[in-house]
C-alpha cells in the first residue's frame, strides 16, 4: 500500500479550495492546500447566493462570516440600460423557498481570507505563496506535487496525496481530456471590465445591499455595493464589440457607463480604486469534472456568465459535492470508481445546467422580456425568485414553474405574449457627455475621463493578449 504524506492536496485557497478543505479536515483527513498568492488579495465576484449560507453554516463559518461587516444582500434588481421598460425587483424573502432571506456582498479579499483562516483552524496545513509547479501521478495511487515556496529563489519541495482537488481557478493544470472546455455555442464570447469604486452612496435600507443589473442591447453591467461608501462596477461586452471600437478599456468601460441612465446616476461621482481589470472567455465548462484520484472544483470546473452570481455559490457547492465523494471513498480505501467520478460530474453539471439555462433565458431578447414581466401568470415570478437565489436543484413546486417559464420564453420567440424590450431607444434625461465620450459628467476631482486620462497596461507578470487580439489583465490611468 502507498503511502502518503496527504489524504487530501487541493491546489488553490479560494472559496472551492478552502470549503472543500472545511469539510475533509471535518471528517479527520489529512489536507493541504497550496495557494500561489498571499491573502488577503483582489478577486471579482463579490455577489453571493443566499443558497450559499446553508454550505457555510455546514463549514462552521456562517457565523465569522456574519461578524465580517459585509453588506447584506436582500435581493436583486434589473433595470433595462435605455429604461424602455420598468426595472424588475427580486425580494429573496418572498421567494417560494423559505429561509433564502438575505445572503451578503462580501468583498473577496477578506472573504476569502475568512475561508480560508477557518479551513486551517479545522486542521488543513495552508501554504500561502507556494506555486504548484509541477503534477505527477502515481499510477492509481494518487499525486505528487512539486511545490515553490516564496515569490522567488525558493527551494523546490515534494508533496504526495491519495486525492488531489483542482481549485486552481482558470489555471491550466491538467491536460486534455479531464480539462477540456466545453463552450455553449449559444453564448458568445465576451469581456468583462471591472474595477472597485468609492464615493458610491447607495440608499438607505434593504434594497440599498442591492445587486443592480442593468441590461443593454450588447451585454450588461453589475453594480455591487461594499463596506462604505464602495461598490463593484462591471460591464459585459462582446468580444467584437470591444475589438470594433477600439477603444482602451477604461474608455470602454466609461462609454458604456455614459450609455446607461442608472449608471450615470449610480457613479455620478464614483472614484476607481486602483486598476481597471479585464477578463475574456466568461463561459466554459470541462467535460469531466473527475478522474479516479482527481477532481476540480469551482472555476477550475466550470465558470458561467457571472449576471446571477453564479461564481461563489458554484464554487462551495462543487466543494461539498467533491468532498463527498474523497471522504466516502478514502474511508474505504479506494479510488474513485467509475459510478463515483460519473455522479459527481452529473450532479455538479445538473446544478450548473439549470443556472446556464437561466442565463441563455437572459441573453435572448424575447425570453428576457418574459423575465421582466410583473405580472406573470401561475406564480413563475416567485418561483425565478427562488433560481436567482441560487436554488438551482429546487423542488418541484419550484422546477415545474421554471420549465412553464422556459416554456412562455420558447413560446415568445414565435408569437410575443408579453411586450417585447426594445433595446434601439436611447436613454434621455439622466447620462451627459463626459468629456467627448459617452458618460456620467462627474465633478470629483480625482477622476478623470477617459478620453483624456487614457490607460496603460501593468506590470504585473500575468498580464496577456488572448490570441483573439482582446486583452486580459488589469490596466491603470496614467
Known amino acids: 500500500m502507498h503511502t502518503h504524506d496527504y489524504d487530501a492536496i487541493i491546489i488553490g485557497g479560494g472559496p472551492a479550495g478552502s470549503t472543500a478543505g472545511a469539510y475533509l479536515a471535518r471528517e479527520g483527513l ?4 497550496v495557494e500561489k498568492e498571499r491573502f488577503p488579495r483582489f478577486h471579482i465576484g463579490e455577489s453571493v447566493m443566499p443558497v450559499s449560507n446553508a454550505i457555510l453554516r455546514e463549514t462552521g463559518v456562517w457565523e465569522k462570516v456574519e461578524r465580517a461587516g459585509f453588506v447584506r444582500k436582500h435581493g436583486a434588481e434589473f433595470h433595462v440600460s435605455n429604461k424602455s421598460v420598468l426595472p424588475k425587483h427580486v425580494e429573496f424573502a418572498k421567494g417560494l423557498i423559505p429561509g433564502l432571506d438575505y445572503t451578503f456582498q462580501a468583498e473577496r479579499a477578506p472573504f476569502d481570507q475568512i475561508l480560508l483562516e477557518h479551513a486551517a483552524e479545522l486542521g488543513c496545513e495552508v501554504r500561502q505563496e507556494t506555486k504548484v509547479t509541477a503534477v505527477k501521478a502515481l499510477g492509481k495511487a494518487g499525486y505528487e506535487v512539486t511545490l515553490l515556496p516564496g515569490t522567488e529563489g525558493g527551494t523546490p519541495q515534494r508533496a504526495t496525496g491519495a486525492f488531489l482537488v483542482d481549485a486552481s481557478g482558470r489555471d491550466t493544470l491538467f491536460t486534455k481530456p479531464i480539462k477540456t472546455a466545453a463552450v455553449n455555442p449559444a453564448l458568445a464570447k465576451r469581456v468583462a471590465i471591472y474595477a472597485h469604486f468609492g464615493h458610491v452612496p447607495r440608499p438607505p435600507g434593504k434594497a440599498g445591499g442591492n445587486i443592480v443589473i442593468i441590461r443593454n442591447a ?8 461594499l463596506s462604505g461608501e464602495r461598490a463593484s462596477v462591471g460591464v459585459i461586452v462582446r468580444t467584437e464589440t470591444m475589438r470594433a471600437a477600439k477603444l482602451k478599456p477604461e474608455a470602454l468601460f466609461w462609454k458604456i457607463v455614459g450609455e446607461s441612465a442608472k449608471l450615470s446616476t449610480l457613479l455620478a461621482d464614483a472614484v476607481p480604486e486602483g486598476k481597471y481589470h479585464v477578463t475574456a472567455d466568461y463561459n466554459y465548462r470541462a467535460r469531466a469534472f473527475a478522474a479516479p484520484r482527481m477532481l476540480l472544483v469551482g472555476d477550475a470546473a466550470c465558470f458561467l456568465d457571472p449576471m446571477f452570481s453564479t461564481g461563489v455559490f458554484l464554487a462551495l457547492l462543487s466543494a461539498k459535492f467533491a468532498a463527498a465523494e474523497i471522504t466516502a471513498a478514502s474511508k474505504a480505501g479506494r479510488a474513485l470508481g467509475f459510478w463515483a467520478q460519473r455522479r459527481y460530474t452529473r450532479r455538479l453539471g445538473a446544478n450548473v445546467g439549470t443556472l446556464e439555462r437561466m442565463v441563455l433565458a437572459f441573453y435572448d431578447n424575447r425570453s428576457f422580456s418574459v423575465f421582466m414581466e410583473r405580472n406573470a401568470p401561475l406564480r413563475i415570478a416567485p418561483a425565478i425568485n427562488a433560481l436567482v437565489a441560487g436554488h438551482s436543484d429546487p423542488p418541484w413546486k419550484v422546477r415545474w414553474r421554471y420549465w412553464m417559464f422556459l416554456l412562455v420564453c420558447r413560446v415568445q420567440r414565435l408569437h410575443a405574449i408579453v411586450p417585447n424590450v426594445d433595446f434601439s431607444t436611447r436613454s434621455v434625461g439622466e447620462g451627459t457627455e463626459f468629456a467627448g465620450v459617452a458618460g456620467p459628467k462627474n465633478p470629483h476631482p480625482r477622476l478623470r475621463s477617459a478620453k483624456s486620462a ?20 488589469s490596466y491603470e490611468a496614467n
Open 30 to 33: 489529512r489536507v493541504l492546500i
Open 218 to 225: 450588447d451585454g450588461w453591467a453589475w453594480f455591487i455595493p
Open 454 to 473: 487614457g490607460c496603460h497596461e501593468s506590470s504585473r507578470p500575468d498580464q496577456m493578449v488572448t490570441a483573439g487580439g482582446t486583452p486580459q489583465g
